[in-house]
């Protein structure tokens, strides 16, 4: 939340695939204790995604799997992180 979701976020996006052929995967932000960053709603998500298409870039917004079980992704190694500086 905060820091790549916004419509600006997009307009630069579009400049920087420019001419490219390839497809964008959003990925919805996990949680992941002490770090404190947040996601953001699925509606905000789903703007982002639509702009993308309606521009030219393939966008899917992919399924969150492994939040329940502490290994979705960037989990597991924050974790890994974490228990070494102990």
Request: charged content about 30%; aromatic content about 6%.
């Amino acid at each position: 939340k905060g820091v790549n979701e916004t419509l600006y976020h997009g307009r630069e996006l579009l400049k920087l695939l420019e001419g490219l052929d390839c497809r964008v995967n959003l990925i919805r932000y996990h949680a992941i204790p002490s770090v404190p960053l947040e996601g953001v709603p699925e509606e905000t998500m789903v703007r982002l995604r639509d702009y993308l298409t309606k521009n030219g870039i393939f966008t899917t917004i992919r399924a969150s799997r492994g939040e329940d079980i502490f290994a979705a992704c960037g989990m597991l190694s924050t974790l890994k992180k974490n228990n070494e500086k102990k």
